[in-house]
Structures are given as C-alpha cells and as structure tokens.
C-alpha cells in the first residue's frame, strides 16, 4: 500500500504543479510571496493593506458561509466530534484564509512604485 500511495501523491503533485505553474511562475497571476512581502513592508501604506485584509475577510466568510449545509451535515452524524472538527476548522480558516487572500489581493491593488 505505501507504494500505491507514493504513486498517487507523485501523480497528484505531479497534476497540480501542472495546474498552477502557469499563474505561480514569477511575473504570474499569483504572486503570494509578493503581496505577503507587502503586508510586511512598512512603505506598503497602511489603507491598502486593510482593505486587502477585509476583501480577504469577505472572500473567507462566503466560502464559509457555502460550507454551512455539509457541516450541519456532519455535526448530525457526529455530534461531538462533529462539532469540535467544525470550531478548530472554521476558526482556522477565519485565521489563515484572509491573510492568504490579501496576500494574492494586495499586489493588484496597490500601484508599482
């Protein structure tokens, strides 16, 4: 079974470098290091990086938001542990998900210098 599952992750990166080098090559759409490096920098002024954070914020609470059904789902099923998985994953992901979002927001919102 390790073998086989090698095989897939292999295979599974394989297929997602494939889908994202485009846009996460340098100068591409996707420039998370860039815009993490601007939410750091203090030249960055201080009005874009809030507004990417809370565009950032709204993006996370839609995604949160069309999760709701199969969370419910879930917390019917397994009542406890449904619900401990569901409180540690949606306050991971009000966490990590905006600052992710700005991140890939910030440099198309603020000018080149």
């Known amino acids: 079974m390790p073998f086989a599952k090698s095989i897939s ?17 340098p100068g591409g759409f996707l ?15 201080l009005a874009p990086k809030l507004l990417a954070l809370a565009l950032g914020f709204v993006i996370t609470c839609v995604l949160v938001a069309f999760e709701l059904p199969v969370e419910m789902l879930a917390g019917i099923f397994l009542p406890a542990l449904g619900l401990a998985g569901d409180l540690l994953l949606d306050g991971l992901e009000l966490a990590i998900l905006p600052v992710l979002f700005a991140s890939v927001i910030l440099p198309r919102i603020v000018p080149s210098a």
């Open 9 to 25: 992750r292999a295979i599974g990166r394989h297929a997602l470098q494939k889908a994202v080098r485009h846009s996460a090559r």
């Open 31 to 45: 420039k998370i290091s860039l815009g993490f490096a601007m939410l750091r920098n203090p030249r960055v002024s």
